[in-house]
């Protein structure tokens, strides 16, 4: 159990220095980059407290605690990704609107024109 949680918390780490690394650079919005850190940081607290993993693994009835880190790691992407399928879904729906709205600019630019 040790070997994992050194791997996972290594893992974590390797993580959190990409992210940083990304907001550093500007690839990475401010708003965003709080989610992965906040996620990041509670790996790295997990992977290195086994005795609050052990805990939650008793409260939940999980037989093998890393899985457990495993299994919390799942649902952060599946929370993520929902989070960003939603802000896709706006900016879609924002980018058909100002689509409309240039074209209905250019017909009344035209029209001006052509009058």
């Known amino acids: 159990m040790k070997n994992i949680l050194i791997f996972s918390f290594t893992i974590s780490v390797i993580f959190m220095i990409i992210i940083f690394d990304l907001i550093r650079k500007k690839l990475l ?7 992965w850190l906040f996620f990041g940081s509670i790996m790295i607290i997990l992977s290195t407290n086994s ?6 693994a008793r409260v939940l009835n999980v037989m093998y605690p890393p899985s457990l880190l495993f299994l919390f790691g799942i649902l952060v ?9 939603l802000v896709v879904s706006r900016q879609s729906e924002r980018i ?6 240039i074209g209905i600019l250019r017909h009344e630019i035209e029209k001006r024109k052509d009058g």
């Open 29 to 35: 919005k401010e708003q965003y980059a709080l989610l």
């Open 77 to 85: 992407c599946l929370f993520l990704i929902l989070h960003l399928s």
């Open 51 to 56: 005795v609050w993993l052990d805990f939650m």
């Open 96 to 101: 058909v609107r100002l689509t409309q709205e």
